[in-house]
């Protein structure tokens, strides 16, 4: 299809002409070529976990859906949260909560842990960087906090990721202590320090990485995030 050639910088991808027929994957004579991501069923994943069971034992782990949005696909997932937790296998669902409230709150039924992402609570500025606002995404980690609670089963874990000129400002942080502090099914804050690991993904997929030239925030940075957390109350810790 000519999607790629050979150019001075390399081989390159035009990925508008890409009909992922994955010849180029095959014929590849260093495999560098990989079309990344595997269509599955619900038995497929149950197999593939129930081999690592003898670890989940030892470590206490389990296994955890993440993406892209995991509740994006939500009838696939529920279907492995159910057959997962028939085994006893423990279940954390990655979410960044912009998902449909019926979803989340069924896979709420089944699933141990929500890892919940929280970026930022000012409404315009979540729209500015994410391109939608948050009401649905706050709405849902308050529904979602009320049902673990009614049952007395399941856990939130809120996630942070702390990125310099972006949601690290004392309003920000303050406002997120707030919402923590109003939920009753919190077991952990993990603060996620900002990198530029995915911006070769952007590269691949011939997209702009608009983060360019955002810097890792300083331990002194963190540090303070983390003291801010713990005046309030909450023991919050880097990374996770």
């Known amino acids: 299809m000519g999607a790629r050639s050979l150019v001075a910088e390399g081989v390159v991808l035009d990925s508008s002409k890409c009909v992922e027929c994955r010849k180029c994957e095959q014929v590849c004579p260093t495999r560098a070529i990989e079309f990344v991501g595997t269509e599955m069923t619900v038995e497929d994943v149950l197999r593939l976990s129930k081999r690592d069971i ?80 948050n009401h649905r995404i706050l709405a849902n980690l308050r529904s979602l906090d009320d049902r673990l609670h009614e049952r007395g089963r399941g856990k939130i874990n809120v996630r942070i990721p702390l990125i310099p000129g972006v949601n690290d400002s004392d309003a920000e942080i303050m406002a997120m202590i707030d919402c923590v502090l109003e939920l009753k099914s919190v077991t952990g804050v993990n603060i996620l320090p900002y990198h530029s690991i995915g911006s070769g993904k952007y590269k691949n997929l011939s997209m702009e990485y608009r983060m360019e030239g955002t810097k890792p925030p300083s331990e002194e940075e963190v540090g303070r995030v983390l003291s801010m957390f713990e005046m309030r109350g909450i023991i919050a810790v880097k990374g996770g």
Not at 108 to 132: N, S
């Open 54 to 133: 003898p670890f989940y034992d030892e470590s206490g782990g389990g296994v955890t859906f993440s993406g892209g949005e995991p509740l994006l696909q939500p009838e696939f997932l529920v279907s492995c949260l159910k057959a997962l937790h028939a085994e006893e296998i423990h279940t954390a669902v990655d979410t960044s909560g912009y998902c449909r409230e019926e979803d989340l709150l069924l896979a709420a039924e089944t699933a141990d842990i929500f890892l919940f992402d929280l970026k930022m609570i000012d409404q315009e500025l979540h729209k500015h960087y994410t391109g939608v606002n």
